[in-house]
């Protein structure tokens, strides 16, 4: 018994590439593990699904990436570490939805810092385009350099400040988030 276990182990190793990436699914949509930020790896942290109106209609699922996976978002929001999230698209949105759903995002993730944001949300809001259902938006955040902004792997413009990345991340992660269940997912709970 011990040689067949110990023969099925050495086939799978020779049939796998070494650090052969693994990869997480929410309702059809995968994600790797592993993302890779300036040479610094992050982890998967957590998967959720944006749903909205009434008819709960998915428009997208949302990946975090962490250089250190945690539960916590207070101690997430206020970590000075690169992270990255990931929306994929699963309903199409029209630009003028997606400025008006940053617009109350922004306004209840940093309403005390909207003054000094002001000018960096309305160049976020210019980016704004719409996306169709299977596209990704990307969000990668370097601390000091603030947030990268990627439309399908390509890069619409970066928005200085850390300021400004954890307002968007508290988007998410602050204590009025788009819905309960994707904060949790996000979180590393299930993803719903």
């Known amino acids: 018994m011990r040689y067949r276990l110990w023969c099925a182990a050495l086939a799978a190793a020779l049939v796998l590439p070494a650090g052969a990436a693994r990869a997480r699914e929410c309702d059809g949509v995968s994600f790797p593990e592993h993302v890779t930020v300036q040479g610094q790896s992050l982890t998967l942290n957590g998967l959720?699904?944006?749903?909205?109106?009434?008819?709960?209609?998915?428009?997208?699922?949302?990946?975090?990436?962490?250089?250190?996976?945690?539960?916590?978002?207070?101690?997430?929001?206020?970590?000075?570490?690169?992270?990255?999230?990931?929306?994929?698209?699963?309903w199409s949105v029209s630009a003028s939805q997606l400025r008006d759903a940053w617009k109350d995002g922004f306004a209840k993730s940093a309403p005390a810092q909207l003054p000094q944001l002001?000018?960096?949300?309305?160049?976020?809001?210019?980016?704004?385009?719409?996306?169709?259902?299977?596209?990704?938006?990307?969000?990668?955040?370097?601390?000091?350099?603030?947030?990268?902004?990627?439309?399908?792997?390509?890069?619409?413009?970066?928005?200085?400040?850390?300021?400004?990345?954890?307002?968007?991340?508290?988007?998410?992660?602050?204590q009025k988030p788009p819905g309960r269940a994707l904060k949790a997912g996000l979180l590393g709970g299930a993803c719903e």
Do not use: C, N
């Open 118 to 174: 002001r000018s960096r949300i309305a160049q976020f809001d210019r980016w704004m385009t719409g996306a169709k259902s299977g596209q990704s938006m990307t969000f990668v955040h370097v601390p000091g350099q603030g947030i990268e902004y990627l439309l399908d792997g390509t890069s619409r413009g970066r928005i200085a400040g850390d300021d400004f990345a954890r307002a968007l991340l508290g988007i998410w992660l602050g």
């Open 48 to 90: 959720g699904i944006r749903k909205a109106t009434w008819f709960r209609i998915k428009v997208y699922v949302g990946a975090l990436y962490l250089a250190h996976p945690s539960p916590d978002a207070t101690a997430i929001l206020k970590a000075s570490e690169p992270s990255e999230i990931v929306l994929h698209f699963m």
